[in-house]
């Protein structure tokens, strides 16, 4: 996952609350969930997607799935830790309501990380081993 490093140099294993916003089939918030202690809020607004998701998630007792518009948060100002977001903006009708959006209910010293990274089912596909 290249992801990790990512989560380690922002210092997303010591955030109490994560948001993972555009949560879809749960891979990265697995991922998260995997990585830190935190409890983990996953959001999404595609139902089919959520599904999939409380099934990939079912045992990971630090989560918290829920259905939302990027667009219109439904959390307070100020509330998470650390907010990710992982092929979001690049289909989102309005990137930049959804990044005004995860700054809002970013706390001040919290952060954001915003990737592109495919998630491949929960697989990485790299290089094939030289034999």
Do not use: H
């Amino acid at each position: 996952m290249k992801r990790l490093p990512l989560y380690k140099k922002v210092g997303l294993k010591n955030s109490n609350l994560v948001l993972d916003v555009g949560c879809g089939s749960g891979f990265v918030t697995r991922d998260i969930a995997r990585f830190t202690k935190a409890t983990i809020v996953a959001i999404d607004g595609s139902s089919d997607l959520l599904d999939v998701a409380r099934k990939i998630l079912y045992d990971y007792t630090n989560t918290t799935i829920c259905k939302g518009d990027a667009q219109y948060l439904p959390f307070g100002d100020n509330t998470f830790d650390f907010i990710t977001c992982n092929l979001l903006l690049m289909w989102a009708d309005d990137p930049q309501i959804v990044v005004n959006e995860m700054t809002r209910v970013c706390k001040p010293k919290g952060k954001i990380l915003a990737s592109l990274e495919p998630d491949y089912g929960g697989r990485y596909i790299g290089q094939k081993p030289k034999s």
